[in-house]
Every structure is written in C-alpha cells, then in structure tokens.
C-alpha cells in the first residue's frame, strides 16, 4: 500500500513516458491532493483501502484509476463522460486504458504497522507480598481501640472464623447494585454518492448509481444547470 504522496509520486512516473497533456490546457497534467479527494467523493477514483493513524492508503486500482481518468482528459473527454465509461471498470479494462508500466505496479505487500498498544497498569494483578510481611496479621496501630473478639485475621492457613451474631438478630443480606442503563441504539448510517454534473455541480444521493443512471441523470439536470449557469452559480473550471 502507499500514501497519497507515494501514490501521486506513482501517478506522474507512468504519465512521464506517455501523456501529451489535455488539449485545451485548463487541466492539470498530474492530479494534486485536493483532486484526488473530490474524485474519490464523485466515484471516479475508489476509496483508500485502509487506514494509518491518519494517513490513507491507496493500492494498485487507485493507481490504474487516476492514470486512466489523465488519459481521457488528454483526448478531450470531460469528467461526467470518463465517470460514465469507468464506473464499475474492471483492474483489465483500467489496465488497458491507463498502460501503466509494470513496475509501478508492484506493491511492497507491507501491511501497516500495528499501532502501539499501551499496557494497561491498572489492570495487572497486585503483586504478593514478600519477605518476613508474607503471612503476618495486620496488627491495628498503637493507641487505637482493640478489635471483639473473633474479628481478628487468622493466621496463613487457617479457615477465617465469622465473627459471633448477636442473640436474636440475623445478619442483612448486602443491597443489589443498581443495573446499568441501557445506552440507545446509535442512529442508522449510511453512504452518499456522488454524481459529476458538468459546471463542477456534484449530485449526492444515498443509493449506488450505474453508468445508465448517470447518464439519464446528468441529461435530466441540465435545466437546472442552465438555471445554476444563468445565475453564475456554477464553476467555470472543472476541478483536474
């Protein structure tokens, strides 16, 4: 696995051999940080695949991904189009795109560290006593009022004795804790996805959209992006 930097380290590598850039200009040659975040959010690039400490980790699709989505765009296609045609693309139909040279494709195989696990003090057995303490009774301290009769520890070894009951009273039974309270159901979650509209306008909705979907959705908004146009709502650049 690799961090967002290494990944992007790899993503300029393989466009150095082959990319002539976007033809009008207005796109980056290599996606930044910030890009790769907002594909991520619209569906053209998947999630990181884990996680360490803070850091994301990105694999060998993510790097077939973004080297594919900078080929499109040198041929002139925009974003809505590319995120049509690589939705649910296949690690071959990426491959076959992006041409990315096989060894920029090796992953180390690392796994992520395992954090740092601190012991719990609090939870380690007290230690036995020791020495000529092993054993002894806990005498009470000079001065203070002798315990009754029979209240005192018994020696190592002895079965300990019950103190005597008094004549007609019973011993009280100790009081139930009180039960924990039940804490409530945290609330039901689920994922958003997102929907490149041309002028930068992204769709957010709760299901998980195809390639058809998108494409009847992005027909579908367009009165509302002349609308968003007309009022100069919309991004005249697209994000790279």
Do not use: C
Not at 55 to 82: C, F, M, N, P
Request: net charge neutral; proline share 14%; charged share 20%.
């Amino acid at each position: 696995m690799w961090t967002l930097d290494e990944l992007l380290d790899r993503v300029s590598a393989a466009l150095t051999a082959e990319y002539s850039g976007a033809p009008n200009g207005r796109v980056r040659d290599v996606p930044d940080k910030r890009a790769v975040r907002w594909y991520a959010t619209t569906g053209l690039v998947d999630r990181p695949s884990a996680m360490r400490g803070r850091s994301a980790l990105y694999e060998r699709r993510h790097l077939l991904q973004l080297v594919a989505v900078k080929r499109l765009q040198s041929q002139g296609r925009t974003l809505a189009d590319i995120q049509a045609e690589l939705t649910g693309a296949t690690d071959t139909t990426l491959a076959a795109i992006a041409r990315v040279p096989e060894h920029l494709l090796v992953d180390s195989g690392d796994a992520p560290p395992p954090e740092e696990v601190r012991p719990r003090f609090w939870a380690a057995p007290a230690a036995p006593p020791t020495g000529a303490s092993a054993g002894a009774p806990i005498l009470p301290p000079a001065g203070a009022a002798s315990p009754p009769a029979g209240a005192l520890p018994a020696a190592a070894g002895a079965a300990p004795t019950a103190p005597p009951a008094l004549s007609g009273t019973s011993p009280a039974s100790p009081a139930a804790p009180p039960a924990a309270p039940t804490p409530p159901a945290p609330p039901e979650a689920f994922a958003l996805n997102g929907v490149a509209l041309p002028g930068g306008a992204v769709l957010l909705i709760p299901g998980t959209p195809t390639a058809a979907d998108r494409a009847e959705i992005a027909a579908a908004a367009r009165p509302l992006l002349d609308l968003l146009q007309t009022r100069g709502l919309l991004n005249e650049r697209e994000p790279s």
